[in-house]
């Protein structure tokens, strides 16, 4: 069975408090998530969104279109960036922990990712957008450690 995927990031600040939001479909199923984090940004939660939809998949080998309003996420992977960048051991490249757990995940399945523009009205990516902004403003953030451990002088991803 075929699996689609919306996904939406956010940032307040960028960095600063960040979420995610992720609508699955197939079928007649249907499933949405978030999560929250204190301190992170835009990009991070953005390819984070991607990984945790991947991840709530149950089966191997499942049929998977993602839709992000993410570029950066998107010509990542179709223009097989991060490919390259594993090659290297990800080297001076940011989000390397996002980056290895997405690669993991992503083998694990026949993932297409497709860029969509954001707030054009697209229903699951609106609700993917809400759900992304709501996280932000939760009093459960979660602790994104990579990043705040992380060098960030030079980051504005």
Known sequence: ??????????????PGPGGYG????????RKQLSGGFRYTTN??????????GLEAL?????????YSDSQYVVNSVEKKWVFAWEKVG????????LWQRFLNVYRHHKVKLVWIK?????????????LAVAATKSSKLMIDTFYENSDKSDDDS
């Not at 089966?59 to 998977?64: A, H, I, R, T």
């Not at 990800?90 to 922990?97: E, R």
């Open 58 to 66: 149950k089966n191997n080998g499942s049929l998977v279109t993602v």
């Open 43 to 52: 990009n991070r939660m953005e390819l984070l969104a991607v990984i945790v």
């Open 90 to 97: 990800f080297k001076k490249k940011k989000n390397s922990d």
């Open 22 to 29: 992720v609508v699955l479909k197939s079928g007649i199923h």
């Open 118 to 130: 954001g707030h054009a009205g697209i229903p699951e990516n609106e609700i993917c957008d809400q």
């Open 1 to 14: 069975m075929e699996i689609t995927i919306y996904t939406d990031g956010a940032a307040t600040g960028n």
